[in-house]
């Protein structure tokens, strides 16, 4: 069984930047497709950022040139390293795995097996 525990997330000034963590234990991690989520008061969840095994990268307009998706094989992890962080990028971040080895990197959270308890990213002044 896969495991996923977030962390890094924490009360951030706009303009801000912060790096997510998720440590994955069970399974075969070099495997999957690894993605980031969020989802903000009363929203829907949506991708973030999406990466897989060999490192090709997919990023929901609002990440483009703020967020940087990357992962260490080595260390079972995933990060997210946001920049430039706004108010309306305030969501409860969960990082998710796929687990019946997609051949592209998907957008819609059914895409997707196990998930992390989430890490909150309120950004405020």
């Known amino acids: 069984q896969v495991q996923l525990v977030e962390s890094g997330g924490g009360l951030i000034q706009p303009g801000g930047s912060l790096r997510l963590s998720c440590a994955v234990s069970g399974g075969t991690f070099n495997r999957y497709i690894m993605a980031w989520f969020r989802q903000a008061p009363g929203k829907e969840r949506n991708l973030v950022a999406g990466?897989?095994?060999?490192?090709?990268?997919l990023y929901e307009d609002a990440a483009k040139g703020r967020f940087t998706v990357s992962r260490d094989n080595a260390k079972n992890t995933v990060y997210l390293q946001m920049h430039a962080l706004r108010p309306d990028d305030t969501a409860v971040y969960s990082c998710?795995?796929?687990?019946?080895?997609?051949?592209?990197?998907?957008?819609?959270?059914?895409?997707?097996?196990?998930w992390g308890q989430g890490t909150q990213v309120p950004v405020s002044s």
């Open positions: 998710t795995a796929d687990e019946a080895l997609s051949a592209v990197i998907g957008r819609g959270s059914a895409y997707y097996g196990s």
């Open positions: 990466v897989s095994p060999s490192g090709r990268t």
